[in-house]
């Protein structure tokens, strides 16, 4: 009876010296290691079901999730037009904080901590206020510029199209008449098209406003009232976007660190770390790349109007305003803001038009071999493959947008994938230049670790070389015999060709044979002069060959 007491005896009527004891603490330790460790495990082992059974319902439940996402983002758009408003508003809400810290900033006395505080309000109220009115008055100058454009060019257009018509109506009718053949045979056509006219109209037309267009009359005025709706709704996402960006610009500097907050409470430091140094690098890449590229349109619209001004081009403004807002796209941007352009200046002068035509491929060159590396430089890290799949992804995604923001997107997971490939190797004790690997052979370790790289020499190269062509060669001559064994095995023992004509084309089928088989030998007799390093089966088949054509013979 005393031992069962003694051992259901508490902790806390033990004496301290026991409690506190260097092997019971041990023990202790152990006992609450070993119990989060299974409890760690069971944790683990619970939250993989868990996620298991999120993504079997996401997935069995794709369309709805999807219908549910589209009405959030359709909920959240006036706040998503407020972050790209803020975004593109704040370099220059900073560039006009800088010009007033030098004008009066400087000026303030740093132990004044009221006064200091007083001017950071109101510098940033006011640089706000700038950005602000900044971006309003690029809006209204672009938009002065294009629209009454616009209105005069389609004005000239029909005003000159009946005149131009007829002048090219004339021509024809004179090329015509000159040439007698071509008359019959514009006027059959003519005929022909009169008649397949009429009989559209009889068939296909008249039915389809009958039975297509007017009953469906009210249907096509509720489309158009939901276009208008439409319209409305996103210059009302606009305007709500526009105050949004206000209130973020305002209190960007505690956004910020709220954000900064979350994610050191949520991921453990190190974690913590490598998130913000990648978002830093993202804000780096977009900001740089879409501020680089918003000047380098400018700079190409302004050139465009100069030389088209001084060529005496129509439409100079309105096509430099093309050419410049189109140009913010990567790659196809020129071309989407050309094409248009050109059919334009086509209507007035065709001459004028391969003018236009000439004038934006020198543009263009020098845009992408000066002007835009001198600003962009290598803000993306991206080669020109890489840019044109990032626009062909993003853009067949998100159109217009994705062509714009597909760049910079791409550089980040580019970069994303390129660190955690490197850090791989790094771990592994391996190169992360990527030229170590151009003619890499094999890696191999030494006794101490040290990591040995074996490259491909120049005599390996070229006797790989040879070996591809003797090996064409070989296929070739295998193909021909092949072909002359089909013929011989059809016609008996040996091929016997009825005529001369047959019999030149044997033995010049024989001729080729023998001339291929002359030219393999030679190749490979360079091949084995030339160094040890050829596989055997490439020496079995030039063996089995050169004994294939003995008999043969």
């Given amino acids: 009876m005393e031992k069962k007491q003694k051992k259901n005896i508490d902790i ?7 409690i506190f004891h260097p092997d019971y603490v041990a023990s202790q330790q152990k006992k609450k290691k070993r119990f989060r460790g299974m409890l760690g495990h069971w944790f683990g082992l619970f939250l993989v079901i868990i996620i298991s059974i999120v993504i079997f319902y996401c997935l069995s439940n794709m369309v709805h999730i999807l219908k549910a996402v589209r009405t959030l983002v359709k909920l959240l758009m006036p706040v998503i037009y407020g972050l790209v408003i803020a975004y593109l508003l704040n370099p220059l809400m900073v560039f006009y904080g800088n010009v007033f810290y030098r004008l009066f900033g400087r000026k303030i006395p740093e132990d004044e901590e009221r006064h200091v505080e007083r001017y950071q309000k109101f510098s940033k109220v006011i640089s706000l206020i700038l950005a602000m009115i900044t971006g309003l008055l690029i809006i209204t100058v672009l938009l002065w510029m294009l629209i009454p454009q616009v209105f005069n060019s389609v004005i000239a257009l029909a005003n000159t199209l009946p005149d131009q018509a007829q002048d090219y109506y004339h021509k024809v009718s004179k090329w015509v008449m000159d040439n007698p053949y071509m008359a019959n045979q514009f006027q059959d056509a003519l005929l022909h098209l009169t008649d397949s006219l009429d009989e559209w109209t009889q068939k296909d037309l008249l039915p389809w406003l009958q039975t297509g267009l007017l009953p469906n009359v009210n249907s096509l005025a509720s489309m158009f009232a939901s276009g208008v709706f439409s319209v409305l709704g996103v210059l009302y996402n606009l305007l709500i976007g526009c105050i949004v960006a206000v209130y973020l610009l ?32 993202t804000n780096d890449t977009f900001s740089g790349f879409i501020v680089g590229k918003i000047v380098d349109s400018a700079i190409i619209g302004v050139i465009c109007f100069i030389v088209m001004w001084i060529l005496k081009l129509p439409y100079p403004l309105l096509i430099s305003v093309i050419v410049g807002v189109t140009n913010v796209i990567p790659v196809f941007g020129p071309y989407i803001g050309a094409v248009p352009s050109a059919l334009l200046i086509l209507l007035v002068s065709p001459m004028q038009c391969l003018y236009f035509v000439v004038f934006i491929i020198i543009l263009q060159q020098l845009d992408g071999n000066v002007i835009g590396p001198a600003i962009l430089g290598e803000s993306t890290g991206l080669t020109a493959f890489w840019v044109l799949f990032a626009i062909l992804l993003f853009g067949g995604m998100w159109g217009i947008v994705g062509m714009i923001v597909g760049v910079p997107l791409f550089a980040m997971i580019y970069r994303l994938l390129k660190d955690y490939l490197e850090l791989r190797l790094y771990h592994k004790r391996l190169s992360t230049e990527t030229e170590m690997y151009k003619d890499l052979k094999s890696i191999q370790s030494d006794v101490q670790g040290d990591k040995h790289y074996i490259l491909y020499t120049k005599k390996e190269k070229r006797n790989a070389n040879l070996r591809r062509d003797a090996e064409d060669k070989i296929t070739l001559m295998q193909l021909l015999d092949q072909k002359l064994m089909d013929v011989s095995d059809a016609e008996g023992e040996q091929p016997k060709l009825k005529n001369a004509a047959g019999q030149d084309s044997q033995n010049a089928s024989e001729k080729t044979v023998d001339d291929l088989a002359e030219g393999g030998r030679d190749e490979y007799g360079k091949v084995v002069e030339a160094g040890e390093n050829m596989p055997g089966r490439t020496v079995e088949a030039a063996d089995v060959l050169v004994t294939d054509k003995q008999e043969h013979k």
């Fill in 250 to 281: 305002l209190g960007k500097e505690k956004f910020l660190a709220q954000a900064k907050k979350m994610i050191y409470a949520v991921f453990g430091k190190k974690q913590a770390d490598v998130i913000l140094h990648y978002s830093r690098m």
């Fill in 12 to 18: 806390s009527v033990q004496e301290p010296e026991e």
